[in-house]
């Protein structure tokens, strides 16, 4: 399987990996994926065997021969991409499946046996990512399939030392700001109004993650600055930043214990999603039709609609800046998932 796009479709594709699995328990399942994902592979529905994609194409010797040198039944290409197909030739498959919309001239037909038709801005992610599964008569039965990620045992173990020598309770909020694509930021200075209203009015400790890119790193300073400029002297709770400081799988188990996630359109909402953690998601530019958690404890807040929360989602949707979406809508969800006694907020996750 070759899926070597971003960390959030790759996280999208794991209900297609563990249909798969549980298909055909026995079969030894390769998986592809890009070094920006490597982290993750531990999390993932057991794959018998990871293979990366490295960003330097001449340090991908070792994959291609791995390929070239494998005998494998079937290929089944999620990505559509010029390298993915090239992997897909390579693996030399009996059978090489794609999405039609990945046909791009003739060559293409060259490299694959089957071109599955899905209707893509017409369906959620994951369902596209499942329909790659029909012509080898694979079909889920549930409306709308659970992400599937897991947290490795010595994953646990670690967390659970990182919060300790964090000084965080049991009961915290993990906020992700940051996001890929810069038109997915929010304002500072209300993610700021956020982290003091889970302060002073739900007593709850606050947790920011994110990536080591600076431009990210310098909006969570400003965030941490308008906290600053905003309250009225020193939090009462821990305000912990460990952007940049945490890998794929650390950052996960992490997400996987948090009492409620907050963030943008990104991979930490897919991660909160698999774990069914209560989660506020925030759209702008993107489609939350396509993107959107769908389990019961998920509200979405989009730009386009920012006085209360989406509950019907449509393929025709309209973009918006993410500075239309107000400070009072998202602390109006996180008062009424705290209200909620089904979300079991307070509890976190699991032991």
Same mark, same amino acid.
Request: aromatic share 6%.
């Given at each position: 399987?070759?899926?070597?796009?971003?960390?959030?479709?790759?996280? &999208?594709?794991? @209900?297609?990996?563990?249909? &798969?699995?549980?298909?055909?328990?026995?079969?030894?399942?390769?998986?592809?994926?890009?070094?920006?994902?490597?982290?993750?592979?531990?999390?993932?529905?057991?794959?018998?065997?990871?293979?990366?994609? /490295?960003?330097?194409?001449?340090?991908?010797?070792?994959?291609? +021969?791995?390929?070239?040198?494998?005998?494998?039944?079937?290929?089944?290409?999620?990505?559509?991409?010029?390298?993915?197909?090239?992997?897909?030739?390579?693996?030399?498959?009996?059978?090489?499946?794609?999405?039609?919309?990945?046909?791009?001239?003739?060559?293409?037909?060259?490299?694959?046996?089957?071109?599955?038709?899905?209707?893509?801005?017409?369906?959620?992610?994951?369902? /596209?990512?499942?329909?790659?599964?029909?012509?080898? *008569?694979?079909?889920?039965?549930?409306?709308?399939? &659970?992400?599937?990620?897991?947290?490795?045992?010595?994953?646990?173990?670690?967390?659970?030392?990182?919060?300790?020598?964090? %000084?965080?309770?049991?009961?915290?909020?993990?906020?992700?700001? %940051?996001?890929?694509?810069?038109? +997915?930021?929010?304002?500072?200075?209300?993610?700021?109004?956020?982290?003091?209203?889970?302060?002073? +009015?739900? *007593?709850?400790?606050?947790?920011?993650? %994110?990536?080591?890119? @600076?431009?990210?790193?310098?909006?969570?300073?400003?965030? /941490?600055?308008?906290?600053?400029?905003?309250?009225? *002297?020193?939090?009462?709770?821990?305000?912990?930043?460990?952007? %940049?400081?945490?890998? &794929?799988?650390?950052?996960?188990?992490?997400?996987?214990?948090?009492?409620?996630?907050?963030?943008?359109?990104?991979?930490?909402?897919?991660?909160?999603?698999?774990?069914?953690?209560?989660?506020?998601?925030?759209?702008?530019?993107?489609? @939350?039709?396509?993107?959107? @958690?769908?389990?019961?404890?998920?509200?979405?807040?989009?730009?386009?609609?920012?006085?209360?929360?989406?509950?019907?989602?449509?393929?025709?949707?309209?973009?918006?800046?993410?500075?239309?979406?107000?400070?009072?809508?998202?602390? /109006?969800?996180?008062?009424?998932?705290?209200?909620?006694?089904?979300?079991?907020?307070?509890?976190?996750?699991?032991?």
């Amino acid at each position: 399987m070759l899926q070597l796009r971003r960390i959030g479709e790759l996280v &999208l594709t794991t @209900p297609a990996l563990e249909l &798969l699995r549980q298909t055909w328990p026995a079969a030894k399942i390769t998986l592809v994926l890009s070094e920006a994902c490597q982290e993750l592979a531990p999390t993932l529905p057991r794959m018998d065997e990871v293979l990366v994609f /490295q960003r330097k194409l001449g340090a991908n010797y070792a994959l291609l +021969k791995r390929l070239l040198t494998g005998s494998f039944d079937l290929c089944l290409d999620f990505s559509g991409t010029d390298r993915s197909a090239l992997f897909a030739l390579a693996s030399r498959a009996r059978r090489r499946v794609a999405f039609d919309w990945a046909c791009k001239g003739p060559l293409r037909r060259l490299v694959y046996q089957n071109f599955v038709h899905v209707a893509v801005n017409t369906q959620h992610t994951v369902d /596209q990512m499942l329909g790659l599964l029909q012509p080898i *008569g694979l079909h889920c039965d549930k409306p709308e399939p &659970l992400l599937c990620l897991t947290v490795p045992p010595p994953a646990e173990r670690r967390v659970k030392i990182l919060l300790r020598e964090c %000084g965080v309770p049991q009961s915290f909020a993990l906020l992700h700001p %940051g996001t890929a694509v810069a038109e +997915k930021y929010w304002l500072p200075e209300r993610w700021a109004e956020v982290i003091l209203h889970l302060q002073r +009015k739900h *007593g709850i400790a606050c947790i920011l993650t %994110g990536g080591a890119d @600076p431009e990210e790193l310098q909006h969570l300073r400003t965030i /941490q600055t308008a906290v600053a400029m905003l309250g009225d *002297g020193p939090l009462a709770l821990p305000l912990v930043v460990l952007a %940049g400081q945490l890998d &794929l799988t650390l950052l996960t188990a992490l997400v996987a214990r948090c009492s409620l996630a907050i963030c943008c359109d990104t991979a930490v909402m897919h991660m909160a999603s698999a774990f069914l953690r209560p989660q506020i998601s925030l759209f702008g530019p993107t489609n @939350p039709f396509e993107w959107r @958690p769908r389990h019961k404890l998920s509200r979405v807040v989009s730009a386009a609609f920012p006085t209360g929360p989406t509950t019907v989602f449509s393929p025709d949707f309209q973009p918006a800046p993410m500075s239309d979406i107000p400070t009072a809508t998202v602390c /109006q969800e996180i008062d009424a998932i705290f209200q909620t006694p089904s979300t079991a907020v307070a509890e976190g996750s699991s032991e």
